[in-house]
């Protein structure tokens, strides 16, 4: 899998929370409101939140009246979770591409494109694996990717952000596989640019989605286009937000 994989280092960062943490917290409070009124699970009803971070959405979900589990790769980020932990609310260190709980829950949710990160077309498949097999039958999947026309359309190439006193100079590029996002840092120990990560996300298509969700037996119920569920436009659309049931 790859010990030197630019996540694994990147995601336990304190420069990685210190530069989204400014993410637009009523946002995405008002998007989870949304999809959860669309979605209408019952109280109560098993949630799994794939690549969960600190939990802030998985807290959200807990507040709501669901029995909540989330599941991330940061060691440092599951632990500033478990802060957080109640009887409806748990979180563990684990990898989403290796199996989790087994016909489990009602909902799993990967919110803000917390996918296609992995090298290979297993990796990704496998994580797919995962999230079908910890899913009931009937079960909902709801996964919140890119949209890549758009995002090619709207590439800002470089800007940089002061937080704290710490410089992050932010280079994006992309190919025809990917998209780049490279991340410099200068602050008190290092008054050159040094470089902390380049982010890597697959360029996956609704088509491809559809291959690889229907490969795990999940069928596509609906495609939503943004955090206020608009329709989903190829090439208008900032998001993709991707429902798919689990048949059989």
Sequence with gaps: MGANAWYKDWFNSPYYHLLYNNRDEDEAQAFLERLIAYLQPKKGAKMLDVACGKGRHSKALADMGFDVTGIDLSASSIAAAKLDETEHLHFYEHDMRLPFWINYFDFAFNFFTSFGYFKTEREHNNALRTIAQSLRAEGLFV?????????????????????????????????????FKQIQVTDATNLSPKHISTEKVAKFSLGDFTDMLAYQQMQIQHVFGDYQLGSYDVKKSPRMIIVAKKIG
Excluded: A, C, R
Aim: a negative charge; charged letters at 25%.
């Design 143 to 179: 996964i919140d990717y890119l949209n890549v026309h758009y995002t090619e359309d709207h590439l800002q190439k470089s800007f940089t952000k002061i937080i704290d006193g710490i410089t992050f100079h932010v280079s994006k590029w992309h190919d025809e596989h990917q998209f």
